[in-house]
C-alpha cells in the first residue's frame, strides 16, 4: 500500500529535477529546489496543489493526498508539475505575466509533462468521506473517524516499530479536520 510518504519522496524528486524548456526567451534548465523553492503538506480540502510565489512553498493537501494514494503517478504527479510549471512561469516571465493559467504557463506546463488543464477537477478526485482523519506524520497512515478525538493517540505501528511497543510523543497521531 502507498502512503503518504510515497507522495512526499515523489514530490521531493520533482523538486530536485532538473527540468529543459522552451520559452519566449529562450530555453531553460531549472528545478524547484534552484529557485529556492521547498515543498510542503498543507491542510487545505478544496484545492489539491497551491504554489506560493511570496513564501516560495509548492504544497498539496494531505487530505486529498490521502484520500488518492492509487493516483500518487497520476494524478498527484501531475498536480506537482501544474505547480512546478507556476514557479518556473512567474521566474521567467514575472509575476505580472507569468502567473495564472494563461499561455504562459501553459506553454511550460505542457513541455514538462503536465496535462496544462487548469485546476483541480473534482470529479477525478476522491474527496475524504469522513469529516476526520487521524493521521501518522511519520508513516503516513491515515484514519478515517466521524468524531472529533479528545485523547491522545500515537501510531502502533511506528511505536512497535521503533519504540518497543510503548508509547512516544513522537509518533503522536494528528487529527486533521475534513471539511
Ligand atoms: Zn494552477
Ligand atoms: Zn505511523
Redesign the pocket.
Known sequence: MKTLNDVKKMAETLMAKQFTFNTYFGVYTLSGEQLGYTFKFDSAKRRFGCCNYGRKTIGLSMPLCSENLDKIDTKITDTMLHELAHAFSVHVYGIIEGRGHGYNWQHIAKQIGCDGKRCFDSDKVNLPKSKYTLL?E??G?STPKHKVIRNTYA?G??CNEHNNGKFSDK?RLKLVTNY
Open positions: 501518522c511519520s508513516c497512515k501510531c505501528k511506528c509518533f
